[in-house]
């Protein structure tokens, strides 16, 4: 029986998150509901596999070639939805991100993201690609956070939390937890963590048996908050974007 011919090219998925179109996961609820379309007709599988982009529209319009790979860090205030919209109407990241970065900035998607009360550092890119691998919890990419909290620990039990801790019923990996300093029944907390899953930091807290008060990124990899004022963004320079996607191997 002879060998099928090796298929050249990327699923599609792939291909449009890494133009910045949207995540992988995103591009495929787009294919489904009939948004993506290859050479005037319409795709009904994200299995499709093409060399490049040509002849690739989205609602109807060519998709213009990947821009190179940007990072931009945005110091996300509280009060604002990690999302592009909100049916309840509350303010997003992208209300906020049009006045926080130039006008012929491509499109950028969240790494992560943070919920309406945490604040501090956000990544943001136009790399599909590379949004995904610095989201997986295999990259083990650590996120550092402070968290001010009310209530009575142990820096014992901080430690405690390095061999991962179970919580109604899901598993929360390796948490490298430090006292910073504390002042009577308040203190401010170290917290690093490589997993990200949802409200991690602030339900290991609660289940220590403290009330979380503030939360605030800190670091994303090797990006720190620093002293980026809050609402601001800046450019991270191509160097170490470059750097970053040759330790992931992209």
Same mark, same amino acid.
């Given at each position: 029986?002879?060998?099928?011919?090796?298929?050249?090219?990327?699923?599609?998925?792939?291909?449009?998150?890494?133009?910045?179109?949207?995540?992988?996961?995103?591009?495929?609820?787009?294919?489904?509901?009939?948004?993506?379309?290859?050479?005037?007709?319409?795709?009904?599988?994200?299995?499709?596999?093409?060399?490049?982009?040509?002849?690739?529209?989205?609602?109807?319009?060519?998709?213009?070639?990947?821009?190179?790979?940007?990072?931009?860090?945005?110091?996300?205030?509280?009060?604002?939805?990690?999302?592009?919209?909100?049916?309840?109407?509350?303010?997003?990241?992208?209300?906020?991100?049009?006045?926080?970065?130039?006008?012929?900035?491509?499109?950028?998607? !969240?790494? =992560?993201? /943070?919920?309406?009360? #945490?604040?501090?550092?956000?990544?943001?890119?136009?790399?599909?690609? &590379? *949004? %995904?691998?610095?989201?997986?919890?295999?990259?083990?990419?650590?996120?550092?956070?402070?968290?001010?909290?009310?209530?009575?620990?142990?820096?014992?039990?901080?430690?405690?939390?390095?061999?991962?801790?179970?919580?109604?019923?899901?598993?929360?990996?390796?948490?490298?937890?430090?006292?910073?300093?504390?002042?009577?029944?308040?203190?401010?907390?170290?917290?690093?963590?490589?997993?990200?899953?949802?409200?991690?930091?602030?339900?290991?807290?609660?289940?220590?048996?403290?009330?979380?008060?503030?939360?605030?990124?800190?670091?994303?990899?090797?990006? !720190?908050? =620093?002293? /980026?004022?809050?609402? #601001?963004?800046?450019?991270?320079?191509?160097?170490?974007?470059?750097? &970053? *996607? %040759?330790?992931?191997?992209?």
């Amino acid at each position: 029986m002879a060998d099928e011919p090796k298929r050249e090219g990327d699923r599609i998925a792939k291909l449009l998150a890494r133009a910045g179109v949207a995540s992988r996961r995103a591009v495929e609820r787009m294919i489904e509901e009939g948004r993506v379309g290859l050479n005037g007709k319409t795709l009904d599988t994200a299995n499709t596999v093409l060399p490049d982009l040509k002849g690739v529209t989205v609602d109807g319009k060519p998709v213009e070639k990947p821009a190179a790979t940007q990072i931009w860090r945005f110091n996300k205030p509280q009060g604002l939805i990690t999302a592009e919209r909100d049916p309840g109407g509350r303010p997003t990241i992208y209300a906020a991100l049009r006045n926080a970065v130039p006008k012929d900035t491509p499109r950028l998607m !969240p790494i =992560g993201r /943070l919920d309406i009360n #945490t604040e501090g550092l956000l990544l943001l890119t136009n790399d599909g690609e &590379l *949004k %995904r691998a610095l989201e997986l919890p295999s990259s083990q990419i650590p996120r550092l956070y402070r968290v001010r909290t009310f209530g009575e620990v142990t820096q014992e039990q901080l430690e405690d939390l390095i061999e991962g801790v179970e919580i109604d019923g899901v598993r929360y990996g390796r948490i490298d937890a430090n006292m910073e300093r504390s002042t009577g029944a308040n203190q401010w907390i170290e917290v690093s963590i490589t997993e990200g899953k949802n409200r991690e930091v602030r339900k290991v807290m609660e289940h220590l048996g403290l009330k979380v008060s503030r939360l605030v990124r800190t670091a994303y990899g090797p990006f !720190p908050l =620093g002293d /980026l004022k809050r609402g #601001t963004t800046d450019k991270v320079p191509r160097n170490m974007v470059d750097n &970053l *996607k %040759r330790s992931l191997k992209l």
